[in-house]
């Protein structure tokens, strides 16, 4: 019998499913962390992680292995979102990890760790077919998904860079900065990190579209934003 097909998940369903277990879900992905004491004992976790997995992991699973912390990441990469396979699988990691005497976590209000994050650089363009074939060049980037529209989103092949976006723009803007990072963080870490960053020498600019995101401005007007999952689909 053949297997079902994979579900995409909406966002509030994917990140509903594994919060409980240490994950968090971020930008089409679910990501949580393990710490450890020794790079040994990080390869561990990470072959658990694998064997957890089976036969889905290399089209469901990576990460970022070091000697004290091991960051892993799900997400089906034929559909470039987060799937029920994939909460299916976070949960098994998770059990894995316990198995070890360790534990799956987003770090989520931490002092000494950073919770999951994931930075976007936003190019704002106004003739986006023109100039996405430079920045796919320029960084060696691929197409976020297959076949790719003249428009859509790149991403690093090896997955470590930022993706990079196109913002359309209706006229010239030449008196802002028309490149700028996103940095998708948590739902419950947001305002931590929007606090910090006022504490900082920055200013709000924009958030009338919060939940979705915030625009923050440094000292000289360049600006970031800090985006989650909430607010972007109906319930």
Same mark, same amino acid.
């Not at 936003?122 to 023109?130: E, G, K, Q, R, S």
């Not at 009338?208 to 401005?217: R, S």
């Given at each position: 019998? !053949?297997?079902?097909?994979?579900?995409?998940?909406?966002?509030?369903?994917?990140?509903?499913?594994?919060?409980?277990?240490?994950?968090?879900?971020?930008?089409?992905?679910?990501?949580?962390?393990?710490?450890? +004491?020794?790079?040994?004992?990080?390869? +561990?976790?990470?072959?658990?992680?694998?064997?957890?997995?089976?036969?889905?992991?290399?089209?469901?699973?990576?990460?970022?292995?070091?000697?004290?912390?091991?960051?892993?990441?799900?997400?089906?990469?034929?559909?470039?979102?987060? +799937?029920?396979?994939?909460?299916?699988?976070?949960?098994?990691?998770?059990?894995?990890?316990?198995?070890?005497?360790?534990?799956?976590?987003?770090?989520?209000?931490?002092?000494?760790?950073?919770?999951?994050?994931?930075?976007?650089?936003?190019?704002?363009?106004?003739?986006?077919?023109?100039?996405?074939?430079?920045?796919?060049?320029?960084? !060696?980037?691929?197409?976020? +998904?297959?076949?790719?529209?003249?428009?859509?989103?790149?991403?690093?092949?090896?997955?470590?860079?930022?993706?990079?976006?196109?913002?359309?723009?209706?006229?010239?803007?030449?008196?802002?900065?028309?490149?700028?990072?996103?940095?998708?963080?948590?739902?419950?870490?947001?305002?931590?990190?929007?606090?910090?960053?006022?504490?900082?020498?920055?200013?709000?600019?924009?958030?009338?579209?919060?939940?979705?995101?915030?625009?923050?401005?440094?000292?000289?007007?360049?600006?970031?934003?800090?985006?989650?999952?909430?607010?972007?689909?109906?319930?």
């Amino acid at each position: 019998m !053949a297997a079902e097909p994979e579900r995409v998940l909406r966002m509030r369903e994917a990140s509903e499913a594994v919060e409980a277990i240490g994950w968090r879900y971020l930008l089409g992905t679910l990501r949580t962390a393990v710490t450890v +004491t020794s790079l040994a004992q990080a390869s +561990t976790v990470m072959a658990k992680a694998v064997e957890a997995c089976g036969p889905d992991a290399d089209r469901h699973l990576w990460g970022d292995v070091r000697a004290a912390k091991v960051v892993l990441v799900l997400q089906s990469l034929d559909a470039a979102a987060a +799937t029920d396979l994939d909460t299916t699988l976070a949960g098994r990691v998770s059990l894995a990890v316990r198995e070890l005497g360790l534990e799956t976590s987003a770090d989520v209000g931490g002092q000494a760790s950073r919770a999951p994050q994931l930075v976007e650089i936003a190019v704002d363009a106004l003739d986006i077919p023109a100039v996405r074939p430079f920045w796919k060049a320029v960084f !060696a980037y691929e197409d976020e +998904t297959l076949p790719a529209g003249p428009t859509d989103a790149l991403v690093d092949p090896q997955r470590q860079g930022p993706a990079i976006w196109f913002q359309q723009m209706d006229a010239p803007r030449p008196q802002r900065n028309r490149i700028h990072f996103d940095i998708c963080v948590p739902h419950d870490e947001a305002q931590r990190r929007i606090a910090a960053a006022l504490a900082a020498g920055g200013r709000l600019t924009y958030d009338d579209e919060a939940p979705a995101f915030w625009v923050l401005a440094d000292p000289e007007g360049n600006e970031v934003c800090i985006t989650t999952w909430q607010g972007r689909q109906p319930d």
